[in-house]
């Protein structure tokens, strides 16, 4: 990875001052529509007070049991969820074991790649089929919480579905990204599924090419798929309730005033052609209090996608913003022709979204800065040119700093010893020229004799965290400037 830190912190700075506009826009509409000091929780109860004959306050009792019942349910979930990566892991594992004894040559040299494509296109599914899944399971668990009021009980299912969606999305992305290719041994001692098949290794060109590979999958489906279906399904429920309506409309009849069809904005219309109007409307899709909760739920995973991760996938904001060129003009068409007319809210801000917006800038800052500092060879490049290369302690002998740099990661196993044997085919044991192989070199920083870790490793991983550390606080630093 090539001077990522500009273009990293150029995102992360374009990702700041959108929240930071976002808060003084709506600051803008608050003041001009006079709802500063509006809260939808004192118009709830104040309207059930009104329409209560009684007026009797509405007493509410927090229950501890139920909030514990409730939050072992929701660890439950993500446990489940957290799950499905891991099969997600196998099924890559499995993959690439049968691709890699494919008939055809092209496939077999590129089982790796091949697997991880397969799993992507496997977790968009997942993700698909969760969706729903965690819908029932957020709704559920309101219904069991109880919360004081319809405003909480919104807030509450928005935070339940984002955090099921979120690690549904970034579980297998935060395994590529973190601990693929690190937890899965040496040769003579590689952790295995069930004794058996050996964990995935990264790509030769860094593990953050597999993170890539996914990320670009999902993300290209997910806004293709979801932009076509979001767009033909109320079609077609629209032209299916048009065959229903129009008997409706013939038992009504047609009204031939002249004066309603002259009628100018805002005169009053007779009942045949009001009926007329309400049954156009009638024939339009349904919406519902999940209409605009998708939207937003839409837009709110794309920001993670654009901000997290976005040092391993420069692509995201522009793949986001040719979907978001057609999401504006397909959803004003769907909202304008092919659904019914939305009853307006009154509200001073989008709620509970403004603090889950928030918290994914946090989480990117975190994220980002471990993918430069411990998942790319940022770190180990800079360790190289400036303390073991050719360029070490400032000298220059007119040769390229970085030379060597391959041959300085890589570790040497010998082939003679029985358990690093019984871990390779007998054909990998042969060289190209028909010699028998007697060492083999792996990516590693490890010592060629017990296979324990050198003294580079140790360096360079304190100097990953290191910049880890500095990166974080200097970001801290600069956003509360």
């Known amino acids: 990875m090539r001077g990522p830190l500009p273009s990293l912190c150029s995102w992360q700075c374009g990702a700041t001052i959108f929240l930071e506009f976002w808060k003084r826009h709506r600051a803008f509409y608050v003041c001009q529509w006079k709802v500063f000091d509006w809260c939808e929780d004192e118009e709830e109860l104040i309207l059930e007070i ?65 697997a991880v494509m397969m799993g992507a296109v496997l977790h968009y599914l997942t993700i698909t089929i969760m969706t729903r899944v965690n819908r029932k399971v957020a709704l559920k668990l309101c219904d069991i919480e109880k919360t004081r009021s319809l405003a909480a009980t919104e807030r509450s299912f928005t935070v339940k579905m984002f955090t099921f969606q979120f690690f549904t999305l970034f579980s297998s992305l935060i395994y590529v990204a973190f601990f693929l290719g690190r937890i899965n041994g040496r040769p003579g001692s590689y952790v295995r599924i069930a004794g058996k098949w050996r964990l995935e290794e990264c790509h030769p060109s860094g593990c953050l090419t597999d993170l890539f590979i996914q990320m670009a999958i999902i993300m290209v489906l997910k806004q293709t798929i979801n932009n076509i279906f979001e767009f033909i399904v109320p079609l077609c429920c629209r032209w299916l309730k048009r065959k229903t309506t129009k008997k409706l409309q013939r038992k009504c009849g047609y009204c031939y005033r002249k004066e309603c069809k002259d009628t100018e904005e805002g005169s009053e219309l007779c009942e045949n052609c009001k009926i007329q109007n309400w049954l156009r409307n009638y024939r339009l899709n349904e919406v519902n209090s999940f209409s605009l909760f998708n939207e937003f739920l839409e837009m709110v995973i794309q920001f993670s996608f654009t901000t997290i991760f976005v040092a391993a996938f420069p692509l995201a904001p522009l793949l986001a913003l040719i979907n978001n060129i057609f999401e504006i003009r397909l959803d004003a068409i769907k909202m304008v022709s092919l659904e019914r007319r939305l009853v307006p809210k009154k509200t001073n801000d989008i709620g509970v979204w403004t603090n889950v917006l928030e918290a994914i800038g946090v989480l990117a800052v975190i994220a980002n800065g471990l993918v430069i500092g411990v998942s790319s060879d940022f770190i180990p490049r800079l360790v190289y040119r400036y303390h073991f290369g050719p360029c070490a302690n400032g000298t220059y002998n007119g040769v390229d700093c970085m030379t060597g740099y391959i041959q300085d990661t890589l570790s040497t196993v010998r082939v003679d010893d029985e358990s690093v044997r019984k871990d390779f085919l007998p054909h990998q044991l042969v060289t190209p020229h028909g010699t028998n192989a007697t060492h083999c070199s792996y990516k590693d920083y490890r010592d060629d004799k017990d296979y324990s870790f050198t003294s580079q490793f140790w360096f360079v991983l304190a100097v990953r965290f290191a910049f880890v550390i500095l990166f974080e606080s200097m970001w801290w630093l600069s956003a509360s400037l």
């Open 50 to 114: 009104v329409n209560n004959p009684n007026c009797n306050t509405k007493e509410y009792r927090h229950s501890y049991r139920r909030s514990t019942l409730v939050l072992i349910l929701v660890t439950l979930m993500l446990l489940l969820i957290i799950g499905l990566t891991h099969a997600l892991v196998v099924f890559r594992v499995i993959a690439t074991v049968l691709l890699s004894e494919a008939k055809w040559e092209f496939l077999r040299d590129h089982a790796n790649t091949a």
